[in-house]
């Protein structure tokens, strides 16, 4: 154990942020850089090396928490990488995007701040890759086999670093211009700068993953041909259907999913655009949905210079502390602070929209509220309650019901979906089609990275044990686990 | 040749295998076999290259080898090691076999030994030394790497304390096994397989027991195969990030070893009795019983029968007469804090069932109330805390013969741990660290176990006596003696029970599963007519209704849990009891750590009444209306379903499942009572005689009682009942001294006057047998010879052995010489005797021991506290590590001079002595003859609270400057 009595000697300290004034003028990420250095190890030190480490299957990857703590409290950042790519293959992407499922299964947190496990795994991955201590891992030789990989987003890319090292040829299918899915133009750059995902693509290239991007399987390349092609599939599609919002005044200008108002301003920093064609600047935003996309959006609006931004959310506000039905260690909902809520907006609860007003030119300028609250699980409006907002840009962030059914590739598959839009999958990740597999978002349905990422271990099992009878490749979640919950 | 240690390094291994290197040796002519199969074969295979080896073995010892080393190194793709222990026993019934063993010593060269319990294995079976070059290998690795070791550390020197720490983990389990010499241990096979198929056991492990049969050689090949398929892999490809396995032995990882504790189950556990929710708690013992299924427990390879017709569950008893079954384990307060000590009696004491003290008394706050206290109180080796008030106040005494975690030790409260409150209840001083003894100091055979069994029903006519066993073989005949020793309940006590306290060697690998020791022990009970007068209870990590039936399937009436209260009341399975840090306020005595615990009795409640719901259930299902009724029907546990586990193939639990023929009415549980014959003993007339000072309203009004009577050697326990009386009516403070004083003439018999409470004095002219004193609480006790007699007192022998063991208070004066083990564990009572044997005042904790004349060998073994004053002290009879202890009579100080004078004078008017008298005539010169035994961080401890004191300063402040003093010695 690092220091039997650090959790009683030490208090949590976790990564500081730039000034609120300071960062929305930029889009770099929103942390001192290096601040977490000096403290982390000491941070590290509040671990308490717990029989039964509940923060270890807390994280759907099954982090070795204890242990790379424990490295990391000794300053031995190359064997505490080596830990943590033991399970996980992109800790530069939890580490900065996970929202810690670990740290609220985290023992200390019974009755204490809980140990800082994400602080402590992203200076680990950074210090590692600093150090050069991350490097290709290609596979000492060759299966002779090849399996398609549609998706590059963190199950995708999770998927086909496991094939690769196992022997396989891996290919990577994308359809869009750049790798990463919504790494890449979902997630905004103040929250994860892109170089991390570039240098994270070299070093799967350099393994022998090979990757094709412009290519959507369905449109551009028949799905049976694929299948044909290769000696097996990996549909890592993603959950791209957009929850819709269908009231009245839903087609006027200015209404946008959150994922066409994103990958634009992503596009800019990627130097692709000068401007957003959906920029917020100079505009009353209005955000609707309270997860994390939305906040995504409401930190994005503040950088391009929106007037004001209100988060709209129909459930009631979130505890600050568990509630009974969400004890530990289950992840709970907690009313959080974002950083993009740190720096400014007006968050409301329990309000749901009933339209949307225009002007002559077709704009939206309004949006009109009501207040509702939950009956028997639904949201009922209180009378008397309505409202209106200034609107001229308003973002949809309301989740996503499974696979992008539009483009071919699940009729063309003839893959099964489930009731809720997911593609169907049995215990080895295979769906009905032979030798075809399904991980992440599009076998889970919405989720969180992490998950994703062990998805996309998990299912390289499946592909791997296909296509050589047995396999050694770890398997960190099964594809009916569900994080711990009452 | 003389080895200093059985564990050595390469160039030791080296110097024996070139020893003769030159030919001037021949008589140490070494050989070196090869401890390699080939894979492949399977246990075919790892068949033949054994016997290969052994007739490889034959011939170099025919070509004069006098040293074999069996290697097991330069394994590779094709070769697998042959498991270390395996070659060793194979070979070395081999050569007992072929009259050979003798002419040869066996050196073990292997890559498998990492633990204690690897060494302890291997010479078990007939290893010389043990090389573990591996290990060795793997510290040097850490020692380069510089992260967990040292970087400036000499990597000679962290091998050294890799074998260091190996040999004396050895030495341990010898010393928990009660063997002295590695000699005696050679071979000894001091082991009980479980799960090992009997042929197998036969042909290479000759002599074991294995009771229920099961894996043999094709499966440890199987074994050995994956081991060595991880390290040359089918496909050529070595996983990335993964050079070794994350291992889950000692803590719950997800790909390592599975455990019934793991993250869901505790969740489950815990929020159903919070939330008092069944259908969760359901939902827990689910999983529970499913993992157990899997190969983890015996009782998971059980299945229930359905042939008997069930009946409606209204019909069954009720939860409130089921919980009164239940107990929960004996974990000391100063284990465990006074919050989680406190929440399981509360809980107890609600429902009806009950909670145990463990072996560190009961605060008296709690004695007295009815709601905190707790109904066992425990009787272990260290005897803290047991005084007369502690027993008088029990409703059931449990004698802790050994513990299931960790049998054949005793517990150890470090320092740190003794904290002030701790060491009140324990009659110990704060920041000196206590040590349970291994054993019994008053139990070496059977007979003295009912002596004490005898003690303690005196001390508490109205409690039941309890003896705890440890399940292992021969447990049976064990527990029929203590059924003949007339103990109310006996308690088989299974392995996996334990404490993160527990040496991990211990935790894995000692006991065995109270299954076995249960079926057992019902069996021989049984068949002796003895199963009637005894309750049996079983405890060992019971934790779901299941568990209970199978249990009481097996024989069991009663059941202990442990871990599963301790759980749900917020235990999270940290496993650093022993380091006060635990994060709940369970396992720790900090006011800090102590203030986050969260615990409730009304958790641990709704926990024992879902326990009971679900053996509701099942006794309906069974087609039983009680527990009676299901008690000892192991003919309805089904074992014939196959276990579809490759290694569980060669199992056979029907052993365990015996019921023995018994005559139509024979009953398989208890009712009758045990005829303890107190109603014949002589404190029935002294209890008649006291009359008129136990009827007084208060102790200040008793009126002085006098009396002589005749005592012989019959008479056992003499004034134990009547200070029953005493403490019963005026409770622990007793009566004013020698309120009761009686002159007994004659011999008496064992266990004169023990747990003698204030307030009564026994004199006794003639002599005693052993254990005068026992527990002694504050009584006073005098043996003189009678007075006709003509010898010279102070050459012969008055008192037998173990006098005044555990003694909390009071006074002894013993005018002549005494055996051995005088003292022990004394923590607070005044004794004098003129001379004594081996052993004295081992584990002395406070008191003080005065002798007038010579001691024996190893003085104050143990010792942490208290003080000795020794006339014509012989040093070297003093234990080695007490030496820096042992003061001079120049550094007794004028308070030393002065009380020393007033103790001599004293026993010169109790008992008449010539010695004191002598002494006394020359007081100056007599003091230059005394030397002084007090332990050094107690002796710290006391001046820091004597300048404490002297400084003003309050109780708390004091109490901190004396863990101060402790801790820094």
Not at chain 1, 129 to 146: H, I
Not at chain 1, 257 to 268: D, F, G, I
């Amino acid at each position: 154990m690092a220091d039997p009595k650090g959790f009683l000697n030490t208090d949590r300290e976790v990564a500081q942020s730039r000034p609120v004034e300071e960062r929305v003028k930029d889009w770099n990420e929103v942390y001192v850089p290096g601040s977490l250095l000096p403290i982390v190890s000491k941070q590290a030190g509040r671990c308490m090396d717990c029989g039964i480490p509940f923060c270890h299957q807390g994280c759907p990857l099954g982090n070795l928490i204890p242990e790379w703590n424990d490295y990391a409290y000794r300053e031995d950042w190359s064997a505490a990488s080596e830990r943590l790519h033991a399970t996980n293959n992109f800790p530069e992407f939890t580490g900065r995007l996970c929202p810690a499922p670990c740290e609220s299964a985290c023992v200390l947190g019974i009755n204490q701040p809980p140990v800082t496990i994400k602080n402590v795994e992203v200076t680990i991955i950074d210090k590692a890759w600093d150090n050069g201590y991350v490097t290709p891992q290609p596979p000492e030789r060759l299966s002779g086999k090849t399996v398609a990989v549609i998706g590059s987003g963190p199950a995708g890319l999770a998927a086909a670093q496991q094939l690769t090292r196992a022997g396989h040829t891996a290919v990577v299918y994308e359809r869009a211009d750049r790798l990463g899915g919504l790494l890449r133009y979902g997630i905004p750059e103040f929250k994860m700068e892109k170089r991390h995902i570039n240098r994270r693509i070299e070093q799967m290239r350099a393994e022998g993953t090979k990757f094709r991007t412009e290519v959507e399987i369905g449109r551009d390349i028949d799905a049976k041909k694929l299948r044909k092609r290769h000696d097996a599939v990996v549909i890592a599609a993603g959950a791209t259907t957009a929850r819709d919002l269908p009231v009245p005044g839903r087609d006027l200008n200015g209404i946008h999913q959150a994922m066409e108002y994103l990958p634009p301003s992503n596009k800019v920093q990627e130097g692709d655009l000068t401007v957003s064609p959906i920029s917020a600047e100079g505009k009353h935003v209005v955000v609707i949905g309270g997860g994390d996309t939305g906040a995504d959006c409401v930190g994005t609006a503040h950088r391009q210079g929106a007037v004001s931004v209100t988060q709209l959310e129909i459930m009631p506000k979130p505890g600050e502390e568990r509630s009974e039905n969400q004890p530990w260690p289950t992840f709970p909902m907690l009313y959080k602070v974002s950083s993009a809520h740190e720096e400014g907006g007006e968050r409301v609860y329990s309000v749901s929209t009933t339209h949307f007003e225009g002007d002559e030119n077709g704009d939206v300028q309004w949006l009109h509220l009501v207040e509702v609250e939950m009956k028997d699980g639904k949201p009922e409006q209180k009378p008397g309650t309505e409202q209106r907002i200034p609107a001229q840009l308003v973002t949809l962030a309301m989740g996503f019901t499974g696979v992008d059914r539009e483009n071919g590739l699940v009729e063309q598959f003839g893959v099964e979906l489930d009731e809720r839009g997911n593609v169907a999958r049995d215990g080895n990740y295979a769906t009905n089609v032979d030798g075809v597999f399904v991980a992440g978002d599009a076998g889970r349905g919405q989720s969180l990275i992490v998950w994703a990422i062990a998805e996309g271990r998990s299912a390289a099992k499946g592909v791997d044990r296909y296509l050589m009878g047995t396999s050694a490749l770890p398997a960190p979640v099964g594809p009916t686990d569900r994080a711990m919950a009452v | 040749m003389t080895l200093p240690f059985p564990v050595i390094d390469n160039d030791e291994l080296a110097k024996l295998i070139h020893i003769n290197a030159d030919g001037d040796l021949p008589g140490f002519k070494s050989t070196t076999l090869s401890g390699l199969y080939r894979v492949h074969e399977g246990g075919r295979g790892l068949s033949e290259r054994i016997k290969e080896v052994c007739a490889e073995a034959d011939a170099a010892i025919e070509a004069g080898a006098r040293l074999i080393v069996l290697s097991d190194r330069h394994s590779d793709a094709e070769h697998a090691p042959i498991p270390s222990l395996l070659l060793t026993s194979a070979v070395h019934h081999h050569l007992i076999r072929t009259k050979q063993r003798t002419q040869v010593g066996l050196l073990i060269e292997a890559g498998d030994v990492r633990e204690v319990h690897h060494v302890a294995l291997l010479i078990g079976y007939g290893a010389a030394a043990v090389n573990p070059y591996l290990a060795m290998e793997t510290v040097e690795d850490l020692v380069r790497d510089g992260t967990f070791l040292p970087g400036d550390m000499p990597a000679e020197d962290a091998i050294r304390n890799l074998i260091k720490a190996l040999g004396k983990g050895v030495l341990k389990v010898m010393s928990k096994m009660g063997i002295s010499t590695v000699a005696s241990y050679r071979g000894a096979q001091v082991f009980e397989a479980v799960g090992l198929d009997e042929s197998f056991v036969d042909t290479y492990f000759h002599g074991t027991t294995t009771k229920i049969g099961g894996a043999g050689l094709d499966v440890v090949a199987k074994e050995v195969a994956a081991r060595h398929a991880k390290a040359y892999p089918v496909t050529g490809i070595t996983a990335a990030h993964r050079a070794l396995e994350i291992g889950g032995e000692y803590q719950w990882r997800r790909e390592g070893e599975p455990h019934l504790f793991d993250p869901d189950t505790v969740f489950r556990l815990q929020h159903s009795t919070r939330a008092r929710r069944y259908d969760i708690f359901k939902q827990y013992t689910q999983r529970v019983d499913e993992q157990s299924e899997r190969l983890m427990t015996l009782r998971g390879l059980f299945q229930l029968k359905d042939e008997r017709p069930s009946v409606p569950i209204e019909e069954v008893e009720p939860v409130s007469e089921i919980v009164k079954r239940f107990s929960t384990g004996a974990m000391s307060y100063g284990s465990i804090s006074q919050e989680a000590h406190e929440t399981l009696a509360i809980a107890m004491n609600q429902l009806g069932g009950k909670s145990n003290t463990g072996e560190g008394g009961e605060d008296a706050v709690r004695l007295y109330d009815p709601a905190r206290r707790s109904a066992i109180k425990q009787v272990a080796s260290g005897r803290f805390g047991v005084t007369s008030e502690y027993l008088v106040n029990s409703d059931d005494i449990q004698i802790k013969m050994a513990q299931g975690a960790k049998p054949g030790e005793g517990g150890q409260l470090p320092g740190p741990k003794v904290y002030p409150w701790v060491a009140r209840t324990r009659h110990s001083t704060p920041g000196v660290g206590l040590i349970s003894p291994p054993p019994h100091h008053d139990i070496y055979s059977i007979e003295d176990l009912a002596q004490l069994i005898h003690d303690l029903k005196n001390a508490n006519p109205q409690a039941r006596i309890h003896v705890k066993l440890v399940s292992e073989v021969g447990v049976g005949t064990v527990a029929a003696g203590v059924s003949k020793a007339h103990a109310d309940v006996v308690l088989i006590s299974g392995h996996d029970g334990g404490t993160g306290a527990s040496p991990l060697t211990s935790l894995k690998h000692a006991g065995g599963p109270w299954e076995l020791g249960l079926a057992e022990t019902q069996q021989t009970l049984l068949l002796n007519g003895l199963r009637d007068r005894i309750v049996v209870q079983t405890d060992g990590q019971l934790k779901t209704g299941r568990d209970v039936v199978v249990a009481a399937l097996l024989g069991a009436e009663e059941f202990g849990f442990a871990t599963a209260p301790l759980v749900v009341s917020g235990c999270i399975m940290m496993r650093v009891c022993h380091l006060d840090t635990c994060p709940v306020g369970i396992a720790t005595q900090n006011p800090v750590l102590r203030e986050r615990y969260n615990g409730k009795a009304e958790f641990v409640v709704n926990y024992f009444q879902f326990i009971a719901e679900e053996v509701r259930e099942l006794l309906a299902e069974l087609g039983f209306r009680s527990l009676d009724e299901a008690i000892g029907h192991a003919e309805l546990l089904d074992v014939s379903r196959a276990v579809d586990h490759w290694k569980a193939q060669g199992l056979d639990l029907e052993p365990l499942l015996h019921v023995p023929d018994l005559p139509d009415g024979a009953v398989m549980h208890q009712v009758t009572e045990q005829d303890h014959g107190l109603a014949k003993a002589l404190d029935v007339e002294l209890i008649k005689l006291s009359a008129d000072a136990l009827s007084a309203d208060s102790g200040q009004d008793a009126q002085p009682v006098r009396g002589q009577l005749a005592i012989r050697n019959i008479n056992r326990t003499v004034g134990t009942m009547l200070g029953h009386e005493v403490t019963k009516k005026f409770g622990g403070a007793g009566l004013p001294d020698d309120t009761i004083d009686i002159t007994f003439t004659g011999s008496a018999g064992q266990s004169f006057g023990a747990f003698l409470p204030r307030g009564v004095t026994l004199r006794l002219e003639g002599d005693a047998n052993d254990y005068v004193g026992k527990g002694l609480s504050g009584g006073r006790l005098v043996v003189r010879p009678d007075r006709g007699a003509d010898h010279l007192a102070e050459f012969s022998t008055i008192a037998g052995n173990t006098l005044a063991y555990g003694a909390t208070g009071g006074e002894m004066f013993l005018r002549g010489k005494v055996g051995e083990r005088f003292c022990v564990r004394n923590s607070g009572a005044l004794v004098v005797s003129e001379g004594v044997g081996d052993h004295g005042c081992e584990y002395m904790t406070g008191g003080a021991a005065v002798v007038l004349g010579e001691t024996g060998r190893n003085f104050g073994a143990g010792m942490s506290g208290g003080t000795a004053y020794v006339v014509d002290l012989d040093p070297d009879n003093v234990n080695a590590g007490l030496r820096d202890a042992v003061h001079g009579h120049e550094d007794l100080d004028d308070e030393d001079k002065a009380w020393l004078h007033d103790v001599v004078r004293r026993h010169h008017q109790e008992t008449g002595s010539t010695v004191a008298e002598a002494l006394l005539a020359d007081w100056d010169t007599a003091l230059t003859r005394f030397g002084k035994v007090i332990p050094a961080t107690y002796k710290a401890v006391l001046a820091a609270k004597d300048a404490a004191e002297r400084a003003g300063l309050s109780e708390s402040e004091t109490h901190e400057k004396m863990m101060e003093a402790a801790i820094n010695g």
